[in-house]
């Protein structure tokens, strides 16, 4: 087997194409890895497209490329994304997981093995690479072709949900925007979709070790890498909003996240500050004693971001009054940083509504380093 007869056997490559298949797969192994163009190099090249990772490589340049056969490019996505599957340990997944998928799904071939591949490819991605990440325009076609082909399971459909959502070498910092974006999908039903928040809100893992009954066997080893997987917080935030639009009863919910202990742990304050985004949200339609009564509560939490935000979500809707009880916070910095805000209150500064809504946006992190 050489470069030459992989390309004509296994993709059914025409003649014409097969010299500049072999140019593009040096040229995307030649920018992204050491491999070392000239002399013998069509060798070398073979070598190298027999791993997942320079495999994956060649392909993304490939399906983007004009003059390619529609049958060359399914075919190679098909063997990046089902290589996955047979990955020995320590190997690397091949890049571009979204890419290749969301190809597939724009011409309607995605099947069962790709998910596969996907599948155990999100669950071995390098935990520490700093060079995957796939941008948005990727992973939301990615996710409508998988969940429209009707080619997994209910079950299979959560945990594949749940994986993306905390496979941070592919995600990096958009796991909010993916999280709307699927939750906004009219191929997934309301009831899973209530069930992935449910999720999200309850667990910062949805993983545990022996607590989560995968739909598919999962290995001892797979499992060690799961069960360390934390749901980024902005997403656990934004799954309280997206629990209220799915129809769970605004009140009941805002009443037991907003309670001192009720979520603790990793992300816990994100899940009270959601509660924050609902009430702010559901303001106009909740009655006044209760909504109030809320607020209080939340301005009564243990972590002093929420508290912050509690106090601004109260200027905005009450004024300054409710501002001025910031000033006998428990926090330092919380009672530092009222008496700063009043003191630009006083010399005229008054904060618009795009400001205020501006801050009560913002993600805690930011909150923090300011």
Request: charged letters at 30%; one cysteine or more.
């Amino acid at each position: 087997m050489d470069t030459s007869t992989f390309l004509k056997r296994h993709l059914e490559a025409t003649d014409e194409e097969t010299p500049r298949l072999i140019e593009m797969a040096a040229t995307s192994l030649a920018e992204g890895t050491d491999f070392p163009v000239g002399p013998g190099s069509e060798e070398r090249l073979w070598r190298y497209l027999q791993y997942p990772y320079y495999l994956g490589l060649f392909a993304r340049r490939v399906i983007v490329a004009e003059g390619i056969s529609p049958h060359v490019k399914e075919k190679l996505c098909h063997a990046v994304l089902q290589i996955n599957v047979h990955l020995d340990e320590g190997q690397e997944p091949g890049p571009g997981l979204f890419q290749l998928s969301a190809w597939l799904g724009r011409e309607n071939l995605l099947v069962r093995d790709d998910y596969y591949g996907v599948r155990r490819g999100l669950i071995w991605l390098p935990r520490l690479t700093n060079s995957y990440i796939e941008p948005t325009e990727h992973i939301f076609p990615a996710c409508e072709g998988i969940f429209r082909a009707n080619i997994i399971s209910r079950e299979e459909t959560i945990e594949l949900i749940l994986m993306i959502l905390t496979a941070k070498e592919a995600i990096g910092p958009q796991g909010r925007d993916i999280f709307d974006h699927v939750m906004g999908l009219g191929s997934i039903s309301k009831n899973l979709k209530k069930d992935v928040c449910e999720i999200v809100v309850e667990n910062a893992i949805p993983f545990p070790r022996g607590e989560f009954e995968h739909p598919i066997e999962t290995t001892a080893e797979e499992q060690d890498r799961l069960s360390i997987r934390f749901l980024p917080g902005a997403v656990r935030r934004r799954a309280v909003v997206w629990l209220a639009r799915l129809g769970q009863e605004p009140r009941d919910l805002l009443q037991q996240l907003l309670k001192p202990n009720t979520v603790r742990g990793y992300g816990g304050e994100q899940v009270a500050s959601g509660a924050l985004d609902l009430l702010d949200e559901q303001w106009f339609d909740i009655e006044e004693e209760v909504r109030l009564g809320l607020l209080r509560k939340a301005a009564d939490l243990p972590d002093t971001a929420v508290r912050k935000r509690a106090y601004i979500l109260g200027e905005k809707y009450l004024g300054v009054e409710f501002l001025r009880q910031s000033l006998d916070d428990k926090a330092k910095s919380l009672r530092e940083w009222a008496k700063e805000r009043l003191d630009r209150r006083d010399r005229g500064e008054i904060p618009t509504d795009e400001e205020l809504r501006a801050e009560l946006e913002m993600d805690l992190e930011e909150s923090e380093a300011e």
